[in-house]
């Protein structure tokens, strides 16, 4: 996303390959090359580099004028503090952690629970959960509906198999991440095969409200990979107060019938403060490139929420505004001229017009 | 402009006063109070503090969400460390350190140099100085022309009467910068009478090009008031590396006959890398809130380049974009909804449209 945006923006791009996986990191650069070589791009306008520890050169390397992350939140926030203490900083454009919780709401489970069960369990699985929009926090309030599906998602994701993920460390992470949730007291594991071997196992877990209330660390983390929290709130003001607990995540789900989403109008304003994307009865993963589309969201989800790294918004974070003041129509170019050539779209003295300037 | 700024994008403001026109500033807080409540603002969208050392508190206070700040670039880089290190790091929008080059062509001094020398004296003492726009340093090509209108500058500085500036730090800061400029070996004092009493005079400074090649931190630092520094440039060639020399600059002005202008259209490139905003014939004071005014620049100008401090772009540094992904309609406000109630010009599908969605 970053990369298409800079490139948009006009900005040559350094990208430093991820060690998981350098083969195709090569075959992706060697067609955005090809790509470029096509389009007369001007040479060197895209230069892929690999290494360990390279990273942190680049950073601090005076041409750089921006950077785009995506990966841990210690490494996000450490490429920020590099760029802040440059003898000229620049911004860092990290996407570092989200859980992206989904609000269960009382008629949907009524009218479709099961059906809501299996497209759950789709999105958490999807990729073998290597999604930054993976949902890894589910909530519902408290009722026989909620129980029945518990019972129906612990079946969904005991049945799924196990999947390949995209490279050993990530493995290595998820395994990591799945063995805190299994020893934590508050959290009892619902469904789920041991994690071994060379594959991610699908898990699901639940765990006590009162660890999100009181901002125990391990229900604001990320689990990179296949798995799931469940969370049962005893009231809608327990579910406000839940909902308050999250740190700033990339997106928040709500599944609901229309009177549910009615009933819960409130939500959004509480959803906005914590989230760049509010979606209704669809699911997080899959993110469509477009005008409307933000993939971003308050700290800790990425490290500077004014902009998305998905969609053509993206590409203001790569531009700078430069005024011209009475500078002559013959020496300006095209987009700018009197006589809009170009016929673009324009404000002018504050109205919106692709008319010439008179 | 941010308080502005910040309250059109819906953002509450706590405002810190300066210690130097605590008065001022409280006139000043008690109109934007009277115009709040008098448009039905919510009580408390706008708050002045007092005092000295506050601004660490406000800074690293949860619920302040960004910052703007004019200052000193030790106090900027200072408000910048303290926001990046917070829990939940937040934007500091500072401005703070600019010294505004004009650059004089050759044909413009042939042709006016006397008009311009008495209008760039304007532009330098207006105000005692106290502008960041305030031209700093002025660059022009060794020739006859520049040799008498060096003359002519130093007439017009020489005859400025002193001015009572803001309040006495200023004043202080002043002297020890016009100090700092006579006692440089390479800095030559053409006018101005000596800095004593309670008011500024204006100072006119030679300084050798190789202080600007050479990187010398005198060259790079804005003096507060109503003093400007000559550059005599011997060609095009030094021309050129004498501007790639400057740091990140608010604004960057050229004065040039439209043959000049043509002659020198190569300066654009450049000067668009260093500053925010480029004016031509024009002097940098002044500066008109509109939608095309870029009051903003390249570090250390400003701590954020991609924004402005002055005009409506500024709002969008008090905004964050956030989407809603299949929201009903009827839950959506009016500037959202399918008729378009409000008649906006929005984007839809990629095209510009005030007409209701199908």
Same mark, same amino acid.
């Given at each position: 996303?970053?990369?298409?945006?800079?490139?948009?923006?006009?900005?040559?791009?350094? @990208?430093?390959?991820?060690?998981?996986?350098?083969?195709?990191?090569?075959?992706?650069?060697?067609? +955005?090359?090809?790509?470029?070589?096509?389009?007369?791009?001007?040479?060197?306008?895209?230069?892929?580099? @690999?290494?360990?520890?390279?990273?942190?050169?680049?950073?601090?390397?005076?041409?750089?004028?921006?950077?785009? @992350?995506?990966?841990?939140?210690?490494?996000?926030?450490?490429?920020?503090?590099?760029?802040?203490?440059?003898?000229?900083?620049?911004?860092?454009?990290?996407?570092?952690?989200?859980?992206?919780?989904?609000?269960?709401?009382?008629?949907? !489970?009524?009218?479709?629970?099961?059906?809501? #069960?299996?497209?759950?369990?789709?999105?958490?699985?999807?990729?073998?959960?290597?999604?930054?929009?993976?949902?890894?926090?589910?909530?519902?309030?408290?009722?026989? #509906?909620?129980?029945?599906?518990?019972?129906?998602?612990?079946?969904?994701?005991?049945?799924?198999?196990?999947?390949?993920?995209?490279?050993?460390?990530?493995?290595?992470?998820?395994?990591?991440?799945?063995?805190?949730?299994?020893?934590?007291?508050?959290?009892?594991?619902?469904?789920?095969?041991?994690?071994?071997?060379?594959? #991610?196992?699908?898990?699901?877990?639940? #765990?006590?409200?009162?660890?999100? !209330?009181?901002?125990?660390?391990?229900?604001?983390?990320?689990?990179?990979?296949?798995?799931?929290?469940? +969370?049962?709130?005893?009231?809608?003001?327990?579910?406000?107060?839940?909902?308050?607990?999250?740190?700033?995540?990339?997106?928040?789900?709500?599944?609901?019938?229309?009177?549910?989403?009615?009933?819960?109008?409130?939500?959004?304003? +509480?959803?906005?403060?914590?989230?760049?994307?509010?979606? @209704?009865?669809?699911?997080?993963?899959?993110?469509?490139?477009?005008?409307?589309?933000?993939?971003?969201?308050?700290?800790?989800?990425?490290?500077?929420?004014?902009?998305?790294?998905?969609?053509?918004?993206?590409?203001?974070?790569?531009?700078?505004?430069?005024?011209?003041?009475?500078?002559?129509?013959?020496?300006?170019?095209?987009?700018?001229?009197?006589?809009?050539?170009?016929?673009?779209?324009?404000?002018?003295?504050?109205?919106?017009?692709?008319?010439?300037?008179?």
């Amino acid at each position: 996303g970053d990369t298409a945006a800079a490139l948009a923006a006009g900005c040559p791009v350094v @990208f430093k390959a991820h060690s998981g996986h350098m083969a195709t990191a090569d075959l992706v650069a060697s067609a +955005i090359i090809r790509a470029a070589e096509r389009t007369q791009m001007p040479k060197g306008v895209f230069n892929m580099i @690999f290494g360990n520890g390279v990273g942190e050169g680049l950073v601090k390397h005076p041409a750089i004028q921006a950077v785009g @992350f995506t990966g841990s939140l210690n490494g996000g926030n450490a490429l920020c503090k590099m760029a802040a203490e440059r003898p000229q900083p620049i911004p860092v454009f990290a996407e570092m952690s989200s859980i992206n919780p989904v609000v269960l709401l009382p008629g949907a !489970l009524q009218a479709r629970g099961e059906t809501v #069960a299996k497209e759950l369990a789709g999105s958490v699985v999807m990729g073998a959960g290597q999604f930054c929009t993976n949902p890894g926090v589910v909530i519902g309030l408290r009722s026989p #509906a909620f129980s029945t599906f518990i019972e129906q998602l612990t079946e969904q994701m005991g049945s799924q198999a196990p999947q390949t993920m995209l490279n050993a460390g990530g493995l290595r992470s998820y395994s990591k991440g799945v063995e805190h949730l299994l020893s934590h007291p508050g959290v009892t594991h619902l469904a789920g095969k041991p994690q071994e071997g060379k594959q #991610a196992q699908a898990q699901l877990f639940k #765990a006590d409200v009162s660890l999100l !209330l009181n901002g125990d660390q391990l229900l604001q983390e990320e689990v990179f990979g296949p798995t799931t929290l469940l +969370i049962e709130v005893a009231d809608d003001a327990q579910l406000k107060d839940a909902l308050q607990a999250l740190r700033g995540q990339l997106t928040a789900t709500v599944i609901g019938e229309p009177a549910d989403l009615s009933q819960y109008n409130w939500l959004q304003p +509480i959803l906005e403060e914590k989230v760049g994307r509010i979606l @209704f009865n669809g699911y997080p993963t899959r993110v469509e490139v477009c005008e409307a589309m933000v993939h971003g969201g308050p700290y800790p989800a990425t490290s500077d929420a004014r902009g998305t790294s998905v969609g053509t918004l993206a590409i203001d974070r790569f531009l700078r505004p430069v005024c011209y003041q009475n500078r002559a129509d013959s020496q300006s170019p095209p987009a700018l001229q009197n006589a809009n050539p170009l016929g673009l779209r324009r404000l002018v003295n504050g109205e919106w017009s692709d008319q010439p300037v008179a």
